[in-house]
């Protein structure tokens, strides 16, 4: 288990993407300690790049937190300025974008001349640069960007989010190709995170990788009947070929074609079947001291956030 720092100069902790779901979940995980019990001093301060301010805000009316807005994250000097004093930073590119690689790599090279000394970065279990799949792919080709530089870096390597169905209580749409997965809660990801970034500075160049995910693995079925008996409604799974989930999210989401191809790509990979037995990768309860929640405690705790 990590173990919060007790430095006498509070911690500068960036964080990217804070006003998304890990994001937040970041940011609220690192704003609970933020108080010393003794003398009310702030135990660290936290920076949260953003492209809103006003929306952040929103979100966390807070004073604890230094919003900086930066317009365009592609923009190295930008995002490297923004950096300066870091000493801890939680990094991640909104999933399944064409630009992901791009983002992950300025941020990567900003956080080197910017001086960061810890990286935490949000990857996919089965990240791989030679995978098929796009978002897997994007993702090895990230983490090996990041190990580039010499700043020490820890890779959470999350699966699926359980808070995905939130918004899925009139039926669970899914690929008729679809299998069964493990998954994660966003809080979970943001307690996990938040652990790193407060404790202890890790050894300069030193990589650690960690599997962020409930041990169970659930199907679609699953996923319903915990649904329909947490929320007393019924919850049914609906099966759609690919293509049409793909179709219906560019027409009536927004999703551009990529973003939705790569959607239906990891809906129906699931995971690696063989990921399971031959993992070693240590995972949340190393980090933590506990196990993550299981979908049922997700969905008993977040039952009125369900639409």
């Known amino acids: 288990m990590v ?7 509070p911690k500068l902790i960036g964080v990217l993407g804070s006003t998304g779901t890990t994001g937040s979940a970041v940011l609220r995980s690192l704003l609970a300690p933020n108080k010393k019990p003794s003398t009310g001093d702030a135990a660290i301060r936290v920076r949260a790049l953003v492209r809103n301010v006003d929306k952040a805000r929103k ?19 930008a995002v490297t300025k923004a950096l300066k004093g870091v000493e801890a930073l939680y990094a991640m590119t909104p ?3 064409e630009e992901q690689i791009l983002l992950d790599a300025v941020a990567a090279q900003a956080a080197h001349v910017a001086d960061v000394k810890h990286v935490v970065y949000l990857s996919s279990i089965d990240a791989n640069p030679t995978s098929n799949l796009k978002i897997i792919r994007a993702h090895g080709v990230a983490e090996n960007i990041y190990r580039h530089y010499d700043y020490a870096l820890s890779i959470l390597r999350a699966s699926w989010f359980m808070d995905n169905f939130l918004t899925q209580t009139g039926g669970i749409y899914a690929s008729s190709k679809s299998r ?13 995170a938040a652990a ?4 202890p500075i890790p050894k300069t160049g030193k990589t650690a990788t960690f599997n962020l995910y409930h041990p169970q693995v659930l199907s679609n079925e699953n996923i319903a009947e915990v649904m329909t008996t947490s929320l007393g409604k019924d919850v049914a799974v609906v099966t759609l070929p690919g293509s049409t989930i793909a179709e219906a999210a560019v027409q009536t989401m927004g999703m551009s074609k990529f973003t939705a191809d790569a959607m239906v790509e990891l809906m129906e990979a699931g ?4 990921y399971e037995t031959a993992n070693t990768l240590p ?6 001291g506990t196990d993550p929640i299981s979908f049922e405690e997700f969905v008993k705790v977040n039952k009125a956030q369900f639409k």
């Open 3 to 9: 173990v919060p720092t007790t430095s006498s100069t």
């Open 59 to 77: 979100l966390f009316p807070v004073e604890d937190v230094e919003f900086v807005q930066i317009a365009d994250f592609k923009d190295l000097d």
């Open 95 to 97: 999933p399944i974008c």
């Open 180 to 192: 069964d997965i493990p998954y994660i809660a966003a809080s979970d990801i943001g307690r996990a």
């Open 196 to 199: 790193l970034l407060l404790g």
């Open 271 to 274: 995971f690696d079947e063989s």
């Open 283 to 288: 995972g949340y309860k190393q980090i933590v």
